[in-house]
Every structure is written in structure tokens, then in C-alpha cells.
């Protein structure tokens, strides 16, 4: 049984654009590239030295 469930999420419009191209250049589902880059995040701030807690300024950007 799939345990996945979908999730609705809205982005700004370079994040979007971005996440196109990564796809389109890596041959992946824009789906696919929202999770490596999800997951690229997780390992970064769990590895020592890591980053720290991730906050979001007002312009919903995300700063380290």
C-alpha cells in the first residue's frame, strides 16, 4: 500500500521556474526534483556543522 499522500503547495513563481528546469535538465517529474531538493535540505542541517534552524523572513524566503 502506497503511504504517500498528496499535498497541495504554493510557491513563488521563480521557485516554480526553477523547479521546471531542474526537472526538464535532469529528466525527473517536477514532483521528483521537490523531493531531492527537500531531502538535499534534510541531510544538510542533519549533518554535523550542518545548518542551523531554518527560519522564513516576511517574503516567505527561507534564510539559514
Excluded at 526534483?33 to 542551523?52: L, M, N, Q
Amino acid at each position: 500500500m502506497n503511504s504517500r499522500k498528496p499535498m497541495q503547495l504554493r510557491l513563488p513563481q521563480e521557485l516554480k521556474e526553477w523547479i521546471k528546469a531542474e526537472s526538464d535538465r535532469n529528466g525527473n517529474s517536477q514532483n521528483s526534483e521537490v523531493i531531492r531538493a527537500i531531502r538535499a535540505a534534510k541531510d544538510r542541517r542533519s549533518a554535523p556543522g550542518g545548518f542551523g534552524k531554518i527560519t522564513m523572513d516576511h517574503g516567505d524566503n527561507a534564510r539559514c
